[in-house]
């Protein structure tokens, strides 16, 4: 291999800014390689949703063992990825990216062969290291490898399986545990992450720094712990009633100390900003980076927001099966899948700020027509107009977004960068779920007992009181979505149970519809957002011209 080199402060000889790094194989397979190992851990966050009843059947799990199974991998992924980022920066991202490969891997095949319940929530939580370890290293390499007149199109690429990823999970997840079982979705993995490992092992470019960094203990203990609370606070609230978690401990006392050691982190990286702190503030310097991180956010709370209730609907409402909820929602996946590389080329000709303006633009428009379509009778072809505009828009947000939040990055905070950006997606996710479910609990609880009261008029009087009473003791207690919300004593009169069905029905949708305004009113801020970025200039398209002249040297080991 060839030796590490300087030149003395990150100028060529010229004077200009540094070169970019000398590979030994095309940068294009070294993405593919990164995209290999990226959709699976994106598909994890997704595909496990498909198999809860069939975990629940075969593994006996209890509903909070299974909000465990779900929240365990989440919670540590998106609390370790900001110290993952820069991990990449102070060892390098192939190691990081390969040793993330490797976790995530064995942790799949032990989450397949788990023997219980809490055997496979405690795989589940390696899984989410795994994923945090190789997650920030993707976006870090393509800032690195690629010219800045490339970029779009490779983090247009890089969106494509991003985008596809987060909506793929329940169409390949239903048709694996419907043919083949719910321990398929962790054995899939197996060669998948064999195949990425053996390619970065190959293709990847040992990319080194002239500087060496050092890791910030403080700062990633405050950071760690403090998303830990956010995190757990949020996902553990609606189960908990946002009310008592552990004897006088309660989760709004949990979120209030997330938030005191999130800013005690905030002030420790402040004072030592000129040092090596965890969160380079220089990333913060760029207009466009810290814009796109509440696009980013907002994208991630829409996306969350949107589709968790719009699955309830498909499955519950429209009475499909998993595999076929998830094919409803599969045009608009593919639509993005080929919209995302074009998006990609455009934002390196003609900058991203309009095609990412226009693309949420769409999104926002098409996922309107989607809760406008929604009622007691549609089909799946009424979706379908709304997906399809939906799947435009989505295919133009993730290479522009990418493009301008990472254009002006030095090489040397990268992965600090890219850290930060993808825990804010994940932040958002986790606050979207978290806010979307709690207020779906809310408007639903409100319309079952009115629609009950309504209904039951309709059945014998020695019925009625114990029907209503039966919703109103689901109401206070938090009506279990994932069971149809209907769940009435094995013997109930088969007219008795017809009629408990339509009521949850009738009340379902308008308690959707209504929720699903807030992720569409979250979306369009972030889209008007978008008009605040900067454009680029004309020589920022030249490539070597992106990174700043102080940049240090970049080359293959």
Not at 516 to 524: A, C, D, E, F, R
Request: with cysteine; proline share 6%; charged share 10%.
């Amino acid at each position: 291999m060839a030796t590490e080199t300087t030149n003395g402060g990150g100028t060529n000889a010229a004077g200009g800014p540094p070169p970019p790094p000398v590979l030994k194989h095309s940068p294009w397979m070294v993405l593919f390689t990164l995209c290999l190992g990226f959709f699976m851990i994106l598909l994890d966050t997704t595909i496990v949703n498909i198999a809860i009843p069939d975990i629940i059947d075969n593994l006996g799990a209890s509903l909070d063992q299974i909000l465990w199974i779900l929240s365990s991998y989440i919670l540590v992924y998106a609390v370790l990825l900001i110290t993952a980022g820069r991990l990449g920066d102070l060892f390098g991202p192939k190691r990081m990216f390969m040793l993330g490969l490797v976790v995530f891997t064995l942790a799949s095949a032990a989450c397949a062969f788990a023997q219980d319940p809490t055997q496979l929530i405690v795989f589940r939580v390696v899984q989410g290291l795994g994923g945090a370890l190789l997650t920030p290293q993707t976006l870090s390499v393509i800032t690195t490898i690629f010219p800045a007149d490339k970029r779009g199109a490779a983090f247009g690429i890089w969106g494509a399986v991003a985008g596809v990823a987060t909506v793929a999970g329940p169409t390949l997840g239903g048709w694996l545990v419907t043919d083949y079982g719910w321990r398929w979705i962790f054995l899939v993995n197996l060669p998948v992450g064999v195949l990425a490992l053996v390619l970065a092992w190959i293709v990847m470019p040992e990319l080194r720094l002239n500087r060496r960094h050092q890791l910030d203990v403080l700062g990633t203990v405050l950071v760690t712990i403090g998303l830990f609370l956010l995190c757990y606070g949020l996902i553990e609230g609606q189960p908990h009633n946002w009310g008592e978690v552990w004897g006088p401990v309660t989760i709004p006392q949990i979120l209030v100390a997330a938030a005191v050691v999130l800013a005690l982190f905030m002030f420790q990286q402040y004072k030592q900003r000129d040092g090596e702190p965890l969160i380079p503030f220089s990333i913060f310097a760029d207009r466009n980076f810290s814009i796109m991180n509440w696009v980013v956010a907002a994208i991630s709370f829409g996306m969350l927001g949107l589709f968790f209730p719009l699955v309830i609907y498909l499955q519950n409402v429209l009475d499909l099966s998993a595999f076929q909820a998830g094919l409803t929602t599969a045009p608009m996946s593919l639509v993005s899948m080929f919209v995302a590389p074009v998006a990609g080329r455009l934002a390196d000709r003609i900058g991203g700020k309009f095609i990412l303006f226009g693309g949420l633009a769409l999104w926002v428009g098409g996922l309107a027509m989607v809760v406008a379509s929604a009622q007691l009778d549609s089909s799946r072809a009424d979706l379908l107009p709304g997906l399809l505009i939906a799947g435009v828009g989505l295919g133009g947000t993730f290479a522009p977004l990418q493009t301008i939040a990472m254009r002006n990055i030095a090489p040397q905070v990268a992965g600090a960068a890219s850290g930060f950006i993808n825990t804010t997606r994940q932040l958002g996710a986790v606050i979207g779920s978290a806010a979307v479910g709690a207020l779906l609990q809310s408007r639903l609880s409100d319309l079952v007992i009115e629609k009950a009261t309504a209904n039951a008029g309709a059945l014998p009087e020695a019925f009625r009181a114990p029907f209503v009473a039966k919703f109103s003791e689901m109401a206070s207690r938090g009506l279990e979505l994932g069971g149809g919300g209907a769940a009435l004593p094995t013997g109930t009169p088969p007219e008795v149970a017809a009629l408990a069905t339509r009521t949850f029905h009738e009340a379902f949708v308008p308690a959707m519809k209504s929720t699903m305004l807030l992720p569409l009113i979250v979306l369009t801020v972030a889209t008007l957002s978008v008009l605040l970025v900067k454009r680029r200039r004309q020589a920022a398209s030249v490539p070597g011209q992106a990174q700043p002249a102080d940049a240090p040297a970049i080359v293959e080991v």
